[in-house]
Structure formats: C-alpha cells, structure tokens
Nanobody, 113 residues
Framework: QVQLVESGGGLVQPGGSLRLSCAASGLISTMGWYRQAAGKQRELVASITPGGITNYADSAKGRFTISRDNAKNTMYLQMTSLKPEDTATYYC??????????WGHGTQVTVSS
C-alpha cells in the first residue's frame, strides 16, 4: 500500500513562487502532479519517471520544475511566476510497477493579490 503526503501549498501573490512536496511510502515508479480548479476537470501538471524523465503540461513549461529524490521517496514541484489561473488543489500521483495508482489528499494553492 502506497501513501502520499503533500505539503507546501498556500496563498501567494501573482508572480510569486511556491514549492510543493510529496512524500511517498512504498515502492513507486512514475510520479506526477495534477491539479483541479473549481468547476474544472483534474489535469496533469507534470510527471517524472524514476530515471528523471520529465513531462510538462504546456501551462507549466518554463515556469514549473518537477524533481524527485529517490533516496527520500519524495517528489517536488517548484512553481515560479505564478498566475491566478494556477489556483487549484494540487494532487500528488504515484504509480507502481504493477500499474496500481495512488493519490494524495491534495494541497491548496491560491494565487491572488
């Protein structure tokens, strides 16, 4: 059983930065960050394989950086130049080698002046 715990959300002004963390227990493979804004579907923000191959949504390219520390089983999302449209609940996602999928409870990011 994999457990995921997110941290690092909060309120930030437009143009500001935040770093999200996701600590995982158990053996995991690809990890990713998803977000869901009010009234919208959950969408992929970025993902990273155990070997460090990354994938970004167009909205995240150039502003967000995903990384992971395999020794600590922790994934990060460094977000810069935040915009009001980045406001959402951000969810950590992890997949295992048997293709099971797990979700964290989410952390709220609010970008507002």
């Amino acid at each position: 059983q994999v457990q995921l715990v997110e941290s690092g959300g909060g309120l930030v002004q437009p143009g500001g930065s935040l770093r999200l963390s996701c600590a995982a227990s158990g053996l995991i493979s690809t990890m990713g960050w998803y977000r869901q804004a009010a009234g919208k579907q959950r969408e992929l923000v970025a993902s990273i394989t155990p070997g460090g191959i990354t994938n970004y949504a167009d909205s995240a390219k150039g502003r967000f950086t995903i990384s992971r520390d395999n020794a600590k089983n922790t994934m990060y999302l460094q977000m810069t130049s935040l915009k009001p449209e980045d406001t959402a609940t951000y969810y950590c996602n992890a997949k295992t080698s048997d293709r099971s999928e797990y979700w964290g409870h989410g952390t709220q990011v609010t970008v507002s002046s």
